[in-house]
């Protein structure tokens, strides 16, 4: 690790910088930006984080359908999104040159491998014959460009390494993070500890870290002593509340949440699931956790996943199965099943953007709808959302609780962006989270008298969970309709009508057991700007600035969707008018306008990512000034 | 937590009426379902088990009301899901004793994807399938086991599907227990039922189950008094294949394919038969072939693989061996993780 001593200057001290890294999705660009979050979260910034991948595993090299990025804010603030505009790109190749320069800002640094701009491959991602964009006096004159040889440095680097040149080629990714290490004066300690876990400890290839640990330094060095760089730049650490925290995404804090939620409950947790993105990981990271009574299981299709989980809540265990918007589609009949059966349930969905196959590794929010609509009859149940990464946590125990309170399916909209974003999270204290209380009804409950599936808890409505293997209590449930406590096959049609109102209510009255919609700002005025899940930090982050534009606007998030808070109507009209920045075309806005004919204007972007903070300041405070 | 307890040593003492529910059956009168119901009914009381323990789960169909009859727990789930919600039931509470009735609609058709994933899988799950080659419920459309040719409301020239073979696709699937009965003879069901229920893993029992409204006779060829003996044939294990109604046909390998022979004619005698072993999956394969008319039908277990660990042995054993490995778990430090920093 270089000394103090060898800086000659003194750096120049950031608030916030948004940095970019990006190449062809083989070039560890993930990692790469992993890497910096992880050292930048233990050097004590706050930060945000967005990959940005491509569906294709391996695309043709060089391709520009097959660039992957990897964006991360880290800051001395507090701040709630990934940025939108890139302080300083690192461009592997051409192709993640090309797609990623738009975003940067004028006079932004840009950093590429010059080696890799070959005519080549400058062809394959569509550049005109004879054109560099890293020689144009056009471009060069707009940023600050850093035109370093990686392939070439990590390759003499390494030269007496006695590794073959696939390997040795493979750590350019770790000389390009050496050079951004330097730039921002982070340590390296983290990632080399991160590098030998991985190849020396875990695979059994310590010559591996070995390489990859040298490149790093070697770009480190370079950057030292290349003075290609008009300065080095500091991120003082965040004014983080005291405690502990750790870098935490939002699947990785879905996961954690539902383990925590079955000891919580001091029940097994069954999660089934079909490999779906950007589901995906939730089930990967459940599989790793047995060890807490986690039981994965990875169903032949979606449909199989769902009606697992329904079969393993009937039988008394915690029952969740995991999605994104197409096979919540699929799942749209077991969820009917599941509420008619009234057990309890989650279903998680890690929204994506579509219709169909759509854009499966970008963000969106339009399955509200579906959420609340997509199944067949009357069939509501409860949906909550998360708002951030860390969010998730909390909300995937709410998720769990609310099912298992109402005797109820309950939808967990979270999206790719959170589910795969991340950011800091003040790790909470187990002892502070209450036990989800659960009880299944015995023969002596009863008594002589028999046994009633249906019957109904007065206050929440939910019925009795009595599982098999309690002797006594063998009844049958089924997709028919049921008679009212008995739960026998009923066709007669007051009954009918009965369930079907009994059954909404039961979710109606689940807002009791939410916490109200709070307010951010004043409780009344002239504008609330209403959002739901994933887009929490775009549209705080733009508040903020409207607010320091000096215009007055409140804010209010929903996690719930349905039943939503009690207060929501009284909090709605208490401003002249309800601004609702989605994802989508509207869904929100559908929603609170039915349920309450009160108009909205929606801020509706549908481009597969999250909201840059720049457009919503500017239609939120088009409206604010109207 | 409610933990399922520890089993009596003493079992009650049941009947077939201690399964019998308060419902009103409401199948067609004349229905083969009836004498599956009362053979099941019968059955269940020889198994040893607590009455809690037994869980019917179901599809959708005419003889997906069967847990509405049987006085235990049970689900009528949805069309095709049966397996799925049963194998559920099975990972949640690998005690209990899990059993599927449905029908070729509903097994073979809508949810033939988990029919052969639960097979391939040896979740510990006991499968009937009603198999009346026609769509009853939904009045009378042909179904996946329906012959090619098979006139019906939506096949007026007759139906262009060629059927798909349930014994065939069990044995294909992996399926670790394969047996097939009529719904006439509920001796030979009765004692399937025992030994399906019995059996570590998935059990396969394609019953043949006369649709007395919308395919009346379908299996009159295997069902009668006098077409039973000539066209089916019933397997024992450890014993040659030996039918008819004088027990005078058998059926040898020619060549390596099966063929019928008379016993006593051409020098032929019992020990030219071939011998049932319920644990060959060549046999199982060659019997899943054998069809009416150039073949007598097999009836009886046509297989039986214990050596085969059940999908909730495995995943149990995984969690309990995680368990074991990783000690106390520690959810605090589970949810801190490996990086986490402190802020003062």
């Known amino acids: 690790m270089p000394t103090e001593q060898s800086i000659e200057t003194q750096p120049t001290t950031l608030d916030s910088v948004v940095i970019r890294f990006c190449g062809d999705s083989g070039d560890g660009m993930q990692l790469t930006g992993g890497q910096f979050t992880d050292t930048s979260a233990i050097f004590g910034n706050d930060f945000a984080t967005f990959p940005d991948f491509p569906a294709e595993i391996r695309a043709p090299k060089g391709t520009t359908f097959g660039v992957s990025g990897f964006q991360v804010h880290f800051s001395s603030e ?101 050079i951004v290490y330097w730039l921002y004066e982070r340590p390296l300690e983290t990632t080399k500890s991160y590098l030998n876990k991985k190849f020396a400890v875990k695979k059994g290839l310590p010559e591996v870290a070995k390489i990859n640990i040298r490149a790093l330094e070697a770009g480190y060095y370079f950057g030292e002593t290349a003075e290609v760089f008009p300065a080095r730049y500091r991120v003082p650490k965040a004014k983080h509340e005291k405690g502990t925290y750790r870098q935490i995404s939002g699947n990785e804090a879905t996961v954690l949440g539902f383990v925590t939620a079955g000891q919580k409950a001091n029940k097994p947790v069954v999660y089934a699931s079909y490999p779906i993105t950007p589901a995906s990981n939730v089930l990967h990271g ?82 509200l709808l579906q959420a609340m609509y997509g199944r067949h009859c009357e069939s509501p149940l409860i949906i909550v959302a998360p708002r951030s990464p860390s969010d998730c946590f909390k909300m995937a125990i709410e998720a769990v609780r609310l099912a298992v309170e109402f ?5 967990y909209l979270s999206d790719g962006y959170i589910g795969n974003g991340a ?57 028919l309709e049921k008679e009212a406590e008995t739960g026998n096959v009923s066709y007669d049609p007051d009954n009918h009508d009965m369930m079907v109102r009994l059954r909404a209510k039961k979710v109606a009255n689940a807002a009791a057991s939410i916490p109200l919609l709070e307010v951010d700002g004043d409780s009344s005025g002239d504008v609330l700007v209403l959002g739901w899940g994933g887009t929490y930090g775009s549209i705080t982050t733009a508040i903020e600035q409207v607010r320091a534009n000096g215009h007055k606007v409140s804010s209010a998030h929903l996690q719930y969707l349905n039943p939503f808070p009690s207060n929501t109507e009284e909090v709605l009209r208490s401003f002249k008018k309800i601004v609702i920045p ?45 | 937590m409610s933990t ?59 003889a997906a009301r069967f847990p509405y009859y049987m006085e235990t727990y049970g689900m009528h789930s949805i069309h095709g899901r049966a397996l799925a919600v049963a194998t559920g039931v099975k990972v949640a509470n690998p ?62 020239a007759g139906s262009i599907d060629f059927p798909i073979n349930p014994i065939a696709t069990s044995v294909a699937a992996g399926c670790t227990f394969v047996a097939r009965c009529l719904d006439v003879d509920m001796k030979g069901m009765d004692a399937i039922i025992k030994r399906a229920m019995d059996h570590r893993g998935t059990s396969f029992v394609e019953v043949y189950q006369d649709c007395n409204i919308f395919n009346h006779k379908a299996w009159f060829y295997a069902s009668q008094k006098d077409t039973m003996p000539e066209n089916t044939i019933k397997v024992e294990h450890g014993k040659p294949l030996i039918y008819g109604k004088d027990r005078d046909k058998g059926i040898r390998f020619n060549n390596g394919r099966p063929e019928v022979v008379t016993i006593g004619t051409d020098g032929i005698t019992e020990s030219d038969l071939i ?18 008319p150039e073949f007598p039908e097999p009836m009886g277990i046509l297989h039986a693989d214990t050596s085969k660990p059940t999908y909730n042995d495995l995943l149990h054993k995984q969690v309990d061996d995680a368990k074991a490995m990783g000690g106390q778990p520690d959810l605090q430090a589970l949810i801190t993780g490996t990086e986490s920093w402190e802020v003062v």
Request: net charge negative.
């Open chain 1, 286 to 367: 459940l599989a790793h956790l047995k060890r807490f009574g986690i039981k994965t299981i990875q169903a032949e299709d979606e449909i199989a996943a769902i009606c697992t989980a329904i079969g393993a809540s009937f039988a008394g265990d915690i029952a969740i199965t995991g999605t994104s918007g197409p096979g919540l589609a699929l799942k749209g009949e077991a969820m009917g099943l599941a509420l008619m059966l009234e057990l309890p349930l989650v279903v998680v969905d890690v929204q994506r953007a579509g219709p169909a196959t759509g854009l499966p590794t970008k963000t969106e929010q339009a399955d």
């Open chain 1, 582 to 626: 989605e994802i989508n075309l509207g869904q929100l806005s559908v929603l609170i306008r039915s349920k309450f004919l009160i108009d909205t204007i929606g801020i509706n972007i549908v481009k597969g990512k999250p909201f840059k903070v720049e457009t919503l300041v500017e239609r939120i405070t088009e409206v604010v000034k109207s």
């Open chain 2, 4 to 62: 399922i307890e520890p089993k009596k040593t003493e079992l009650p003492i049941y009947t077939a009426k201690d399964f019998t529910t308060d419902q009103d059956v409401r199948w067609c009168p004349g229905c083969g379902d009836y004498a599956v119901l009362s053979a099941v009914r019968k059955a269940l009381p020889d198994i040893q088990r607590n009455k809690e323990d037994f869980v019917f789960v179901s599809g959708i169909g005419c």
């Open chain 1, 407 to 411: 005797m109820t399916p309950v939808i």
């Open chain 1, 78 to 178: 507090h701040i709630h999104t990934p940025g939108d505009r890139v302080n300083a790109m690192i461009a592997m190749n051409p192709a993640g040159f090309k797609m990623n320069i738009m975003d940067v800002e004028p006079g932004g640094i840009v950093i590429v491998n010059e080696d890799e701009f070959t005519k080549n491959n400058l062809t394959k991602c569509g550049y005109l014959d004879g054109y560099n964009p890293i020689d144009d006096d056009e471009l060069t004159n707009k940023y600050h460009f850093v035109k370093v040889p990686m392939s070439r440095l990590t390759r003499e680097s390494l030269a007496d390494s006695g590794m073959g040149a696939k390997d040795i080629n493979r750590c350019r990714n770790m000389f390009a993070l050496g």
């Open chain 2, 275 to 292: 011998v049932h072993d319920e644990t060959d999956m060549f046999l199982a394969s060659m019997y899943a072939q054998m069809a009416h």
């Open chain 1, 423 to 479: 950011e800091p999270w003040k790790i909470p204290n187990l002892e502070s989270i209450p036990d989800i209380k659960i009880t299944h009804p015995t023969k002596e409950d009863s008594g002589d008298e028999k046994f009633l599936p249906y019957a109904r808890n007065p206050e929440t409505l939910a019925r009795p969970w009595a599982i098999p293997g309690t002797p006594g209590l063998e009844h049958r449930v089924g997709s």
């Open chain 2, 95 to 156: 005690q209990l004793e899990v059993c599927v009735v449905s029908g070729d609609g509903d097994l073979f058709s809508i949810g033939g994807n988990h029919t052969i994933h639960t097979m391939r899988r040896n979740v510990d799950i006991s499968i009937l399938l009603l198999n009346n080659k026609i769509y009853g419920l939904t009045k009378g459309q042909y179904s996946p086991t329906s012959e090619a040719g098979k006139i019906s409301p939506t096949s007026p």
